[in-house]
C-alpha cells in the first residue's frame, strides 16, 4: 500500500508543477498582449 501512496504522491506533485507552469506561460501571454494593445 505504502508504494501505491507515493505513486499517487509523486503523479499529485507533477500535475501541479505541471499546471503551475501552464498558469505562469499563460499569463506572461496575457501580458504581452496587453502591452501589445497598449502601446496600439
Do not use: D, G, N
Not at 499529485?12 to 503551475?20: E, F, H, N, Q
Not at 506561460?25 to 502601446?39: A, D, V
Amino acid at each position: 500500500m505504502t508504494s501505491i501512496t507515493v505513486w499517487l504522491a509523486a503523479a499529485a506533485l507533477m500535475l501541479a508543477i505541471v499546471a503551475l507552469i501552464v498558469a505562469v506561460m499563460t499569463s506572461r501571454k496575457h501580458t504581452e498582449l496587453l502591452e501589445r494593445q497598449q502601446q496600439r
